[in-house]
Nanobody
Framework: VQLQASGGGLVQAGGSLRLSCAPS?????MGWFRQAPGRERELVAL????????????FYADTVKGRFTISRDHANNMLYLQMNSLEPEDTAVYYC????????????????WGQGTQVTVSS
């Protein structure tokens, strides 16, 4: 399975971006990670498989809680990350990932990784 992430770009602080990842795999936990220069890759958000629930069973890192929203479009097999109120500290390469096991995602060892998409937030 090849996950394809897209939607990154350059945005001013306070702005918004929406990242997309295809496909969203049925019965898989899906997640978004990011890696800033000189830093380790970190989990940003994950969402469990809950049938048709677009926003159900999500987890967010404290640094993005209240600003980012992860969701799944089950009809079109897409995963999204809506990022609002972006800060320069959000600048990183963002990766989508998938695994049947939530723990694997939380440990940073998912079965599938997408290629990264660069997000740059200017101050």
């Amino acid at each position: 399975v090849q996950l394809q992430a897209s939607g990154g770009g350059l945005v001013q602080a306070g702005g918004s971006l929406r990242l997309s990842c295809a496909p969203s795999l049925s019965r898989y936990v899906m997640g978004w990670f990011r890696q800033a220069p000189g830093r380790e890759r970190e989990l940003v958000a994950l969402i469990r498989w809950t049938g048709g629930n677009t926003y159900g069973n999500a987890f967010y890192a404290d640094t993005v809680k209240g600003r980012f929203t992860i969701s799944r479009d089950h009809a079109n097999n897409m995963l999204y990350l809506q990022m609002n109120s972006l800060e320069p500290e959000d600048t990183a390469v963002y990766y989508c990932a998938a695994d049947p096991n939530r723990t694997k995602i939380q440990r940073g060892a998912p079965m599938y990784w997408g290629q990264g998409t660069q997000v740059t937030v200017s101050s």
